[in-house]
């Protein structure tokens, strides 16, 4: 087994069970609460996360999936200001219409992974590899890369890619790294979802969703 490189490696030890803690923090996320984890996932593409948070957070509070109103007053607020609104409110309302059909297979955790990747992104229009990725980490399934700058500029000075892609990956592009990074991750004996936290605390200071 290859041994992690500095930093990261006396950075993954010191971070290990907060890492590991917010890992089963995602698999406790009660069903219930996975219509909003999808809406936030939705809501981040070129949008902060913290805005995606709040406006969630406000969403939620007025029981959007129960009653299910149109929700760009709240996307478009200034306080917490989400790019691209009118496409995004539609797509939740959307997602609330189809979210029956999602949560099937959501909870037959025997598919796949990757599976169940496909099945998010074929029931929710215009959400990519990244974003179905991210939403499935946040309740819970594991072993999918969510890929962006940050976890590029890692990968690249690992040497798991030789360098990061100059736009959006291909979906055969995304599954190559993801592999690779698969690999990496059983080399170094780290899941592939630790690192991920791990790059973005190294980011960000935080061990964030």
């Not at 981040?44 to 299910?68: H, K, M, V, Y």
């Not at 499935?136 to 890619?161: F, P």
């Not at 592009?173 to 592999?179: G, S």
């Amino acid at each position: 087994m290859t041994k992690l490189p500095e930093p990261w490696l006396s950075t993954y030890h010191e971070r290990k069970e907060a890492i590991r803690a917010r890992l089963a923090d995602f698999e406790g996320i009660p069903a219930s609460h996975h219509f909003y984890e999808l809406a936030f996932c939705i809501l981040t593409p070129q949008s902060s996360a913290r805005n995606a948070e709040l406006t969630i957070a406000e969403l939620e509070r007025d029981r959007f999936f129960s009653i299910g109103f149109d929700p760009v007053s709240y996307l478009r607020d200034p306080a917490h200001y989400i790019r691209f609104h009118n496409v995004k409110a539609k797509r939740l309302l959307h997602t609330r219409e189809q979210f029956a059909e999602i949560t099937l297979q959501l909870c037959d955790r025997s598919i796949p992974a990757a599976e169940l990747r496909d099945a998010v992104m074929s029931a929710v229009g215009g959400l990519g590899m990244k974003e179905s990725s991210h939403f499935l980490r946040n309740i819970g399934v594991r072993g999918l890369a969510i890929l962006d700058r940050h976890i590029y500029k890692h990968l690249t000075q690992l040497g798991v890619i030789s360098e990061p892609p100059t736009s959006g990956p291909t979906r055969k592009r995304y599954l190559e790294i993801e592999t690779a990074w698969h690999k990496y991750a059983k080399k170094v004996g780290i899941s592939l979802d630790e690192l991920d936290l791990l790059f973005w605390s190294m980011e960000t200071g935080e061990i964030r969703k």
